[in-house]
Protein backbone atom coordinates (compact mmCIF):
# COMPACT_ATOMS: atom_id res chain seq x y z
CA UNK A 1 0.00 0.00 0.00
CA UNK A 2 2.65 2.10 1.13
CA UNK A 3 4.74 1.37 -2.18
CA UNK A 4 1.41 2.13 -4.54
CA UNK A 5 1.25 5.55 -2.52
CA UNK A 6 4.70 6.33 -3.23
CA UNK A 7 4.69 5.64 -6.55
CA UNK A 8 1.56 8.33 -7.49
CA UNK A 9 3.35 10.76 -5.13
CA UNK A 10 6.30 10.40 -7.54
CA UNK A 11 4.14 10.74 -10.50
CA UNK A 12 2.68 13.99 -9.21
CA UNK A 13 5.49 15.59 -9.09
CA UNK A 14 6.87 14.51 -12.29
CA UNK A 15 4.15 15.90 -14.04
CA UNK A 16 4.21 19.08 -11.86
CA UNK A 17 8.19 19.69 -12.78
CA UNK A 18 7.30 18.91 -16.23
CA UNK A 19 4.66 21.57 -16.25
CA UNK A 20 6.70 23.64 -14.87
CA UNK A 21 8.88 23.74 -17.59
CA UNK A 22 6.47 24.08 -20.35
CA UNK A 23 7.04 27.44 -21.52
CA UNK A 24 4.47 30.20 -20.79
CA UNK A 25 2.52 30.98 -24.26
CA UNK A 26 0.46 34.05 -24.88
CA UNK A 27 -0.65 35.60 -27.62
CA UNK A 28 -0.38 39.64 -29.09
CA UNK A 29 -3.52 41.55 -28.36
CA UNK A 30 -2.27 43.99 -31.15
CA UNK A 31 -0.04 44.71 -34.52
CA UNK A 32 3.67 45.29 -32.72
CA UNK A 33 6.52 45.98 -35.39
CA UNK A 34 10.50 45.92 -34.17
CA UNK A 35 13.76 47.01 -35.99
CA UNK A 36 16.80 45.70 -35.41
CA UNK A 37 20.19 46.03 -37.74
CA UNK A 38 18.34 43.84 -40.48
CA UNK A 39 15.09 46.05 -40.59
CA UNK A 40 11.46 45.93 -39.69
CA UNK A 41 9.74 43.50 -38.41
CA UNK A 42 5.64 43.42 -37.93
CA UNK A 43 3.72 40.64 -35.97
CA UNK A 44 0.23 40.59 -36.70
CA UNK A 45 -2.74 40.82 -33.73
CA UNK A 46 -3.54 37.14 -32.44
CA UNK A 47 0.40 35.99 -33.07
CA UNK A 48 1.69 33.28 -30.66
CA UNK A 49 4.87 34.03 -28.53
CA UNK A 50 6.44 32.74 -25.71
CA UNK A 51 7.27 34.41 -22.77
CA UNK A 52 10.82 34.94 -22.38
CA UNK A 53 10.99 37.17 -18.99
CA UNK A 54 8.85 39.66 -16.96
CA UNK A 55 9.83 43.12 -15.46
CA UNK A 56 7.08 44.73 -13.36
CA UNK A 57 4.73 45.18 -16.94
CA UNK A 58 7.34 44.85 -19.58
CA UNK A 59 7.28 41.20 -20.86
CA UNK A 60 10.21 40.16 -23.32
CA UNK A 61 8.61 37.32 -25.89
CA UNK A 62 9.73 35.49 -28.58
CA UNK A 63 8.08 34.62 -32.14
CA UNK A 64 10.04 32.45 -34.77
CA UNK A 65 13.61 33.78 -33.99
CA UNK A 66 12.94 37.34 -33.27
CA UNK A 67 12.86 38.62 -29.19
CA UNK A 68 10.86 41.94 -28.53
CA UNK A 69 9.67 43.68 -25.47
CA UNK A 70 6.05 44.26 -25.30
CA UNK A 71 3.73 45.75 -22.18
CA UNK A 72 1.25 43.29 -20.73
CA UNK A 73 -1.56 45.24 -22.14
CA UNK A 74 -0.81 44.45 -25.37
CA UNK A 75 -0.87 40.89 -24.03
CA UNK A 76 -3.65 37.90 -24.17
CA UNK A 77 -4.25 34.38 -22.95
CA UNK A 78 -7.25 33.49 -24.70
CA UNK A 79 -6.34 31.07 -27.79
CA UNK A 80 -10.01 31.33 -29.54
CA UNK A 81 -10.01 35.29 -29.09
CA UNK A 82 -6.27 35.10 -30.64
CA UNK A 83 -7.25 33.38 -33.94
CA UNK A 84 -10.22 35.75 -34.12
CA UNK A 85 -7.96 38.69 -34.49
CA UNK A 86 -5.84 37.30 -36.41
CA UNK A 87 -8.71 36.22 -39.22
CA UNK A 88 -10.13 39.95 -38.75
CA UNK A 89 -6.96 41.83 -39.29
CA UNK A 90 -6.10 38.96 -42.04
CA UNK A 91 -9.24 39.87 -43.91
CA UNK A 92 -8.61 43.48 -42.94
CA UNK A 93 -4.90 43.56 -45.11
CA UNK A 94 -6.65 41.98 -47.63
CA UNK A 95 -9.73 44.28 -48.33
CA UNK A 96 -7.02 47.32 -48.36
CA UNK A 97 -4.91 45.39 -50.89
CA UNK A 98 -7.78 45.01 -53.31
CA UNK A 99 -9.04 48.84 -53.18
CA UNK A 100 -5.72 49.65 -53.94
CA UNK A 101 -6.01 47.41 -56.44
CA UNK A 102 -8.93 48.87 -57.92
CA UNK A 103 -8.45 52.21 -57.30
CA UNK A 104 -5.56 51.70 -59.71
CA UNK A 105 -7.03 49.77 -62.38
CA UNK A 106 -10.27 52.75 -62.43
CA UNK A 107 -7.35 55.09 -62.84
CA UNK A 108 -5.67 52.99 -65.62
CA UNK A 109 -8.79 52.83 -67.55
CA UNK A 110 -9.75 56.31 -67.42
CA UNK A 111 -6.73 57.26 -68.93
CA UNK A 112 -6.67 54.58 -71.45
CA UNK A 113 -10.03 56.23 -72.19
CA UNK A 114 -8.92 59.61 -71.99
CA UNK A 115 -5.76 58.89 -74.20
CA UNK A 116 -8.33 57.30 -77.15
CA UNK A 117 -10.87 60.05 -76.75
CA UNK A 118 -7.70 62.42 -77.95
CA UNK A 119 -7.78 63.08 -81.75
CA UNK A 120 -4.90 61.05 -83.33
CA UNK A 121 -3.70 63.57 -85.97
CA UNK A 122 -2.92 66.29 -83.11
CA UNK A 123 -0.22 64.74 -81.10
CA UNK A 124 -0.52 68.24 -79.32
CA UNK A 125 -4.45 67.33 -78.51
CA UNK A 126 -3.19 64.25 -76.78
CA UNK A 127 -0.32 65.26 -75.03
CA UNK A 128 -3.02 68.26 -73.06
CA UNK A 129 -5.15 65.56 -72.55
CA UNK A 130 -2.78 63.30 -70.91
CA UNK A 131 -1.49 66.37 -68.95
CA UNK A 132 -4.93 67.13 -67.99
CA UNK A 133 -5.38 63.82 -66.69
CA UNK A 134 -2.20 63.87 -64.64
CA UNK A 135 -3.09 66.83 -62.91
CA UNK A 136 -6.69 65.58 -61.77
CA UNK A 137 -4.72 62.69 -60.67
CA UNK A 138 -2.46 64.80 -58.54
CA UNK A 139 -5.29 66.89 -57.21
CA UNK A 140 -6.66 63.77 -56.40
CA UNK A 141 -4.36 62.24 -54.76
CA UNK A 142 -3.35 65.41 -52.79
CA UNK A 143 -6.54 65.57 -51.42
CA UNK A 144 -6.09 61.98 -50.19
CA UNK A 145 -2.89 62.91 -48.81
CA UNK A 146 -4.22 65.81 -46.43
CA UNK A 147 -6.68 63.42 -45.36
CA UNK A 148 -4.43 60.31 -44.14
CA UNK A 149 -2.24 63.18 -42.67
CA UNK A 150 -5.45 64.57 -40.38
CA UNK A 151 -6.55 60.62 -39.30
CA UNK A 152 -2.90 59.99 -38.63
CA UNK A 153 -2.43 63.38 -36.54
CA UNK A 154 -6.00 62.34 -34.77
CA UNK A 155 -4.23 58.72 -34.17
CA UNK A 156 -1.42 60.29 -32.03
CA UNK A 157 2.14 59.16 -32.41
CA UNK A 158 2.42 56.98 -34.71
CA UNK A 159 4.89 55.04 -32.69
CA UNK A 160 5.90 54.46 -29.30
CA UNK A 161 9.85 53.45 -29.09
CA UNK A 162 11.12 51.85 -26.16
CA UNK A 163 15.09 50.86 -25.91
CA UNK A 164 16.26 47.86 -24.33
CA UNK A 165 19.91 47.02 -22.53
CA UNK A 166 20.01 43.65 -23.61
CA UNK A 167 21.32 42.60 -26.90
CA UNK A 168 20.92 39.74 -29.00
CA UNK A 169 23.05 37.76 -31.61
CA UNK A 170 21.15 40.12 -34.34
CA UNK A 171 22.35 43.18 -32.38
CA UNK A 172 20.53 45.63 -30.12
CA UNK A 173 16.48 45.12 -30.09
CA UNK A 174 14.31 48.36 -29.94
CA UNK A 175 10.25 47.92 -29.28
CA UNK A 176 8.09 49.77 -31.26
CA UNK A 177 4.28 49.89 -29.81
CA UNK A 178 2.20 50.87 -32.96
CA UNK A 179 -1.37 51.89 -32.57
CA UNK A 180 -4.14 49.96 -33.89
CA UNK A 181 -3.54 51.60 -37.58
CA UNK A 182 -0.70 53.03 -37.61
CA UNK A 183 1.83 51.04 -39.74
CA UNK A 184 -1.57 51.29 -42.08
CA UNK A 185 -1.97 54.85 -42.23
CA UNK A 186 1.90 55.46 -42.41
CA UNK A 187 2.30 53.02 -45.38
CA UNK A 188 -0.68 54.82 -47.63
CA UNK A 189 1.16 57.92 -46.70
CA UNK A 190 4.48 57.23 -47.72
CA UNK A 191 2.99 55.90 -50.72
CA UNK A 192 0.79 58.90 -51.55
CA UNK A 193 4.22 61.03 -51.30
CA UNK A 194 5.78 59.19 -54.01
CA UNK A 195 2.66 58.79 -56.31
CA UNK A 196 2.38 62.15 -56.17
CA UNK A 197 6.16 62.83 -57.18
CA UNK A 198 5.94 60.50 -59.96
CA UNK A 199 2.99 62.60 -61.21
CA UNK A 200 4.67 65.76 -61.02
CA UNK A 201 7.57 64.88 -62.85
CA UNK A 202 5.41 63.63 -65.62
CA UNK A 203 3.13 67.05 -65.37
CA UNK A 204 6.71 68.46 -66.45
CA UNK A 205 7.62 66.23 -68.85
CA UNK A 206 4.55 66.60 -70.80
CA UNK A 207 4.86 70.35 -70.12
CA UNK A 208 8.40 69.87 -72.16
CA UNK A 209 6.83 68.25 -74.87
CA UNK A 210 4.12 70.73 -75.38
CA UNK A 211 6.49 73.79 -75.69
Excluded at 76 to 95: G, I, K, S, Y
Excluded at 102 to 115: F, G, L, T
Excluded at 164 to 172: E, L
Aim: with cysteine; charged share 30%.
Amino acid sequence: MKSRALIVFSCLVSLALARADEPEVAFLRERVSITTSHGVSGFAPGTRVIVVARDGRMVTVKSEDKQFDVSEDQLMTDAQAARTLNTRDAADQQAAQQQIAQQEAARSAAQQKMYQSAAPNDPKASLDAQLQETQARRQKLEAELHDVQDAREAAGPENRVKHTKRHTAWGHIKSIYTSANAGEVAAREKDLRQKIEDLKREEQWLRGKLK
